[in-house]
């Protein structure tokens, strides 16, 4: 059972939500299931296309592609208040790529199911409008990816994954395992072993046991 | 002013043509032109959003991205039928990206201005569906660049390349310089140089001045 405070994220996040009929408010909400997924937790993949959206209330979600060989990529990542639309891409037409969805932290999160929302979506354009600026802003922050793993040398893409990682751990020093810098930028981990060995020796940053800190901010930007 | 096969090409690939108001069409058609661009010629680039829909009615047009640097990647071809909904992303709320628009070959076309596909869209729920299934069509063809990129070795990369110019050229031999395929492939010329050069050595392919002969199809097919 959803409570108040399920029905007021509801009504923050999703922008139609005083636009549409109290029928269809409460048609999302019986659909609407809560959950929270531990640390580390596949949250969807691409076994199921019809996850349904998630919202997040709390934690951080990632978003990523995985090859046959099991290489990664990190396409974005999902924060408190974020939808993400991707795991109900049964929904639309002609998404032909799956993405697999982790708990990078423990998080509690709305599942829509596809069903609940695609019944309010199939008479009302304002849903409908909802979901595609979704994709369209998810098709932006991919296409930033394909800018920086096409465009940008390593050393300048993991300065500035490390700032980004600064910016959400809101501290200079965080948690970061070689493999999941590697995971995030698609790269092998003998890579940013090396870079961050040299970013070490420039006094950049510092290397701890399954963390980093970062001693230089200034020179970080100056790369980036 | 269109003629009569522009206004047969408009109903045959806009999907929503037979289902809209014959004001509407009206509307569409006197926003409508028909260009014919050279071969190589900039169709649309990121100084302008809102170049419109491109209909492509003969001819090939190549979507793509540019670095700061100049480096190229292609993100997809537009042939005879298809419709570049890119050229117009001014229209699309959260497309925060530019792509660039190129000629390959002669190609004559129809553009519709955005203003008047606004104007049409803006009243029409079939219309905005069709600009959003564009979009996620081209969301995946973007993801499945992606996947190869991030993914894929360059040897299979190229193999794939390669057939895929000799099924648009519909011959085994087409012409292609190291930069063109360097820039489809986003990478370096003498990457491509180098590889072409084993495949060669390999006898999959025979590379002449300006040009490319597959030897080998089965081989090639081997590789990807």
């Known amino acids: ?8 994220a509801m009504e923050e996040n999703l922008p139609f939500w005083n636009k549409i009929s109290t029928k269809e408010r ?5 659909g609407t299931l809560r959950f929270v997924h531990p640390k580390n937790a596949v949250v969807h993949d691409d ?13 951080q979600l990632r978003v990523f592609i995985i090859s046959d060989t099991g290489k990664e990529i990190t396409l974005y990542r999902l924060f408190e208040r974020d939808v993400c639309v991707l795991s109900a891409s049964c929904l639309i037409r002609n998404i032909t790529f ?3 969805v982790q708990a990078e932290l423990e998080t509690s999160m709305l ?8 019944q309010v979506s199939r008479n009302n354009p304002l849903v409908q409008e909802y979901t595609n600026q979704l994709v369209s802003s998810r098709f932006s922050d991919v296409m930033w990816v394909v800018e920086q793993v096409l465009f940008m040398s ?7 994954h490390l700032l980004e990682q600064a910016a959400i751990a809101q501290s200079d020093s965080f948690t970061a395992t070689h493999d999941a810098i590697a ?3 698609g790269t092998a981990r003998e890579v940013v072993t090396r870079m961050l060995k040299r970013f070490q020796e420039d006094g950049l940053v510092s290397i701890s046991r399954g963390g980093l800190s970062l001693l230089d901010r200034d020179g970080l930007y100056r790369l980036t």
Chains 1, 2 share one sequence.
């Open 1 to 8: 059972m959803l409570d108040a405070s399920d029905w007021t």
């Open 47 to 59: 076994r199921n296309k019809c996850t349904g959206l998630l919202m997040v209330l709390k934690g």
């Open 111 to 118: 599942r829509i199911t596809t069903d609940a929302y695609q």
């Open 154 to 160: 390593i050393d300048r893409r993991l300065a500035i």
């Open 98 to 100: 799956d993405v697999h």
């Open 183 to 185: 995971r995030d930028l």
């Open 26 to 30: 409460d048609t999302l909400v019986g």
